[in-house]
């Protein structure tokens, strides 16, 4: 891949599925197996579900995709002001992330960052 991919979206699940999109060809270019791209569409999921559930009244989305080696890098944020009364992951958001990807972290603040690697976790 030459450089990063950015995309942005509406703050709507419906419009997740585009990131899925997205997510699914870039790790196809990268020869992901099927299990590790379903892990992608996973996290992405996962990620742009707990943004919108911690951010008041958001509009926009912004994810970019990076290479790193043999993995894809997702660095996802939102807009909105960042509501205090919630945990940027549930514990079971954070187990399944976790399960699934290589590195999971969350700066603070809206934003989320997730690698999977090519291979088998």
Known sequence: MP??????????????????AAATALAARMDFTF?????????????CS?????????????????????????QASIDGTRRTDRDMFTEWSRVILEAIADRVVAPGGSSVEVALSRGDR
């Open 50 to 74: 707990r943004l919108m559930a911690v951010s008041v009244e958001p509009t926009t989305i912004e994810v970019t995709f990076r290479t790193e080696g043999d993995a894809l890098t997702m």
């Open 35 to 47: 299990d590790r791209i379903t892990d992608l569409h996973i996290a992405v999921d996962e990620v």
């Open 3 to 20: 450089g990063p991919v950015t995309i942005r979206i509406p703050a709507d699940t419906a419009h997740v599925a585009l990131v899925r």
